[in-house]
């Protein structure tokens, strides 16, 4: 009883850092609001086109900006305030859900709008999914912890997506797709709110002077020398290229192949996030970052594996069954990489490597998700499907072979935070207002 108790505190354990908690709390509604429009958003694509193609022309719209943008928003992050960013970043988020909610609701949506209000959005993620990754260092002020606040940031984002599609589903089904939006569009308020609640130290000015396009070029230069972190990103590309497209399918499994509606798009997605939510509270728990390496190969392994069962699948219990697997490889991985790359990154390029981290969901997959969707519309979506689990999976077996040269590089890093962190004292609910990462370090 005392071991869950303790473990269960583990869990929750970044949450006693108050701007953490307010951030934390803004996010719990505003990303419950994304992920009610993401799935309303594909269910009306595929509602006015009846193509395939099309659902992964949308998705490819809506996240192929962040391909363009993010290597240069993660160079101005290491330069500028992400608490501004994400002030900016919502408030467009919250413009483009308002204007497709009065589209919506007026019945003057159409393909065309929908395609230019994705691509507004791909343009806002570009630089809000690296400012939320960078800012969760400025809210947590110790690294050790770290990895519990990222696992959290996980926790709360599966949550929503386990919860958010099944409300969107029956919302659909009973007044119409674009009450969704609206929805979304008000729970960016929350947000705003915990945004301008914040009380965070004076961030010290860069003394860079280079260029964006040549601070780019170090953050590439630096990522690539570093071996841990070009296996771990090399890694998450191929999944997010390979894998995490398998969601623009998802439409097409739940009408055509399963014969559902709307509801059965819902409980799918929500499967896969009861197993990535399963994911983020396992890491969450976890006591220390060494060995994430190992569970981020294991994660690999099984999302691989549990995408090429869907292919055969052809019965809904089943294909529910699989989900949470699905959920659960994909997104622990993600986690893993996460805090490994926060972990072995200097702090001067912490911006320039989670950039390009962005860039393996944010990026890659809208293009993969557009070649799925090509490749559904000629050959089916079980074949596409079985073609992306296979790359994956091929990609899981190069990274879990080369574990033993990993391992020896990241478990002296992980091992030296921890040490760190074991001669530094931080008042938990004083926040960011005691010590940062980097004057704990000077102190050593």
């Known amino acids: 009883m005392i071991t869950i108790r303790r473990k269960f505190k583990r869990i929750f354990h970044a949450l006693t850092f108050r701007n953490y908690r307010l951030f934390f709390s803004g996010q719990a509604v505003s990303i419950l609001g994304t992920w009610m429009q993401r799935l309303a958003m594909s269910w009306l694509v595929y509602r006015l086109s009846d193509s395939a193609f099309l659902l992964g022309l949308v998705e490819f719209t809506g996240q192929f900006p962040a391909l363009l943008l993010t ?222 390496n190992r569970t981020m190969a294991r994660a690999a392994l099984i999302g691989s594996t549990a995408l090429l069962s869907m292919v055969v699948i052809r019965n809904f219990w089943l294909t529910l069954l699989v989900m949470p697997f699905v959920g659960y490889g994909l997104i622990a991985q993600f986690i893993s990489g996460n805090t490994l790359l926060q972990v072995l990154a200097d702090n001067d390029k912490r911006g320039r490597v989670i950039s390009l981290y962005s860039l393996t969901f944010n990026g890659v997959t809208p293009i993969g998700s557009l070649l799925a969707g090509t490749l559904a519309h000629w050959i089916g979506a079980p074949l596409a499907l079985m073609i992306g689990g296979t790359i994956c999976l091929i990609a899981a077996g190069a990274f879990k072979a080369k574990q033993a040269n990993l391992e020896r590089l990241i478990r002296p890093v992980c091992e030296s935070i921890e040490t760190e962190s074991q001669h530094a004292v931080i008042p938990a609910d004083q926040g960011c207002k005691t010590r940062t990462p980097d004057s704990i370090s000077s102190q050593q």
Not at 143 to 150: F, S, T
Not at 155 to 180: H, K, Y
């Open 71 to 292: 290597p240069i928003a993660g160079v101005l992050l290491d330069r500028w305030n992400a608490r501004s960013v994400l002030l900016y970043s919502q408030s467009a988020a919250l413009v483009q859900a308002s204007i497709l909610a009065v589209l919506t609701l007026s019945g003057k949506i159409e393909i065309h709008w929908i395609i230019l209000l994705s691509i507004a959005w791909g343009v806002i993620v570009a630089f809000d999914s690296p400012a939320r990754q960078t800012f969760v260092i400025d809210l947590v002020p110790s690294r050790e912890k770290l990895g519990n606040a990222i696992a959290l940031n996980s926790t709360l984002f599966n949550s929503a997506r386990m919860i958010g599609p099944s409300l969107a589903g029956i919302l659909i089904a009973l007044v119409g797709e674009g009450w969704c939006f609206l929805i979304n569009a008000l729970s960016y308020l929350a947000i705003l709110v915990a945004l301008g609640m914040l009380r965070l130290p004076a961030r010290p000015k860069p003394t860079s002077t280079t260029g964006v396009w040549q601070g780019f070029l170090e953050g590439m230069q630096y990522a690539s020398a570093n071996q841990a972190i070009r296996w771990i990103l090399c890694t998450l590309s191929i999944t997010g290229f390979a894998g995490l497209s398998y969601t623009v399918l998802l439409p097409i499994f739940a009408r055509d192949i399963l014969h559902g509606g709307p509801e059965t798009l819902g409980f799918l997605m929500g499967g896969a996030g009861v197993g990535a939510l399963f994911a983020a509270l396992s890491l969450a728990s976890k006591e220390s970052v060494i060995g994430l």
